[in-house]
């Protein structure tokens, strides 16, 4: 009996290694959110990507931590994923072995409105 709870820890502990993608979207996006803030203060603008890039990377070990987006999962679009380092929310999927960054995009816009118009418009 021991082996064999044994055996089903190890499995479980077993991590499949998923790979990160950034969409042209996201890129741009990010930029943007960095570029604004630098304008201000470069050592802040530096710590929030490093703190974006470090949500992102976790995705790889994690890529279902993410809440589905309640804004799409009003219309049943349960595809799309996000983590959110507020004020900004970074949306996902997951494709196969691959965690495809969609977006990062400031929660205090109407995001209902700007979500289904960059994912209807890709």
């Known amino acids: 009996m021991f082996l064999l709870s044994c055996a089903r820890i190890s499995k479980r502990s077993e991590m499949e290694q998923f790979t990160i993608f950034w969409s042209d979207q ?3 996006d990010l930029s943007e959110i960095i570029e604004y803030i630098a304008f201000e203060d470069k050592t ?3 710590q929030i990507l490093g703190k ?3 949500q992102v990377t976790r995705l790889e070990q994690l890529p279902k931590s993410g809440r589905f987006v309640p804004e799409l999962k ?3 679009l349960l595809t799309y994923r996000e983590v ?3 004020p900004w929310r970074i949306i ?3 494709d196969k072995q691959q965690v495809v960054i969609i977006s990062v995009l400031d929660s205090r816009r109407n995001l209902e409105d700007l979500l289904l118009k960059k994912l209807l418009l890709k």
Do not use: G, N, Q, R
């Open 44 to 46: 802040l603008a530096m």
């Open 52 to 54: 974006i890039e470090e």
């Open 26 to 28: 996201a890129k741009m």
């Open 84 to 86: 959110v380092f507020p």
């Open 92 to 94: 996902y999927k997951i």
């Open 74 to 76: 009003a219309f049943d």
